[in-house]
């Protein structure tokens, strides 16, 4: 929810940081001042082109110490209007998640933005800590999301047509969105129906194969995070975390407008 809050937008704005700069600099501080080749090594299926507009001059404005407070605020103030402060069962929902996330901190090779997440110190407040270790967590599943990637030859910008190619999300939206060029979106199309993988727009039946083994070996993954909880302690989560995560579909906190927006800046 941090990429589509008005928290976290003006929160950067009022660093001097608009759009996509701040996105990439928020979510790349806690590498320190990252250079766009690193963003676009760890981020993965963003363009080029797109994160060296917005870095390293981002650094010129802000530091990532500022980003990263401003990050934390801006998330605490999204959550806290969503209610999540008040819900039941907060106390044991950090205690499980942050149990899950300090596994994980125990497997940090191989998952640098992970692992640059896992160096912050902890925060002290219920609300952020739960949005602390629900990052490390999606961070953790992303870097292993990225070594199933590469192990299969698939590139970011492949990643993404597969994704479109799937039907879950309009392919114009995961293009525009990460900035790809009509002409080189054309040629991973090319590239992945020559592999057999795309069936002229659709996935082939190789290509559907492909895809879910790839999510089945981020799962296999990510399992190290969730191993510590084990089967009862994980059913557990996944019942408390519903009507929190019902909370923030409810208060509009990934409001598509507002991306929208952001994108258009």
Avoid at 1 to 15: G, H, N, S, T, W
Avoid at 90 to 117: K, N, W
Avoid at 120 to 126: F, N
Avoid at 199 to 217: C, N
Wanted: proline share 5%; with cysteine.
């Amino acid at each position: 929810m941090i990429y589509f809050v008005p928290e976290a937008v003006r929160r950067y704005a009022d660093l001097g940081l608009k759009g996509r700069a701040g996105y990439f600099a928020s979510r790349g501080a806690p590498l320190g001042r990252a250079s766009a080749e690193l963003i676009i090594g760890t981020f993965y299926n963003f363009c080029p082109a797109l994160v060296r507009q917005a870095l390293p001059s981002a650094w010129e404005v802000v530091t990532p110490e500022q980003m990263l407070a401003a990050r934390f605020d801006a998330a605490s103030e999204a959550l806290r209007r969503a209610g999540i402060h008040e819900l039941d069962g907060l106390d044991e929902i950090v205690g499980l998640t942050r149990r899950a996330a300090l596994a994980a901190c125990e497997h940090p090779q191989g998952r640098p933005l992970f692992a640059a997440h896992a160096a912050l110190p902890w925060p002290g407040e219920p609300v952020q800590q739960l949005w602390h270790a629900q990052t490390l967590l999606r961070e953790f599943r992303g870097d292993g999301h990225i070594a199933a990637l590469l192990s299969e030859g698939i590139d970011g910008l492949e990643a993404l047509v597969l994704h479109g190619a799937s039907g879950e999300v309009p392919s114009v939206v995961l293009r525009v969105s990460r900035a790809w060029p009509e002409e080189e979106w054309a040629a991973a199309v090319e590239r992945l129906r020559t592999r057999g993988l795309l069936d002229g727009e659709a996935l082939s039946a190789e290509g559907k194969a492909l895809r879910q083994h790839i999510e089945d070996r981020t799962d296999a993954l990510a399992v190290p995070a969730y191993a510590a909880l084990g089967e009862d302690g994980c059913e557990r989560l996944a019942e408390l975390a519903r009507p929190f995560g019902s909370a923030v579909v409810d208060s509009g906190l990934l409001n598509q407008e507002a991306f929208r927006k952001l994108l258009s800046e």
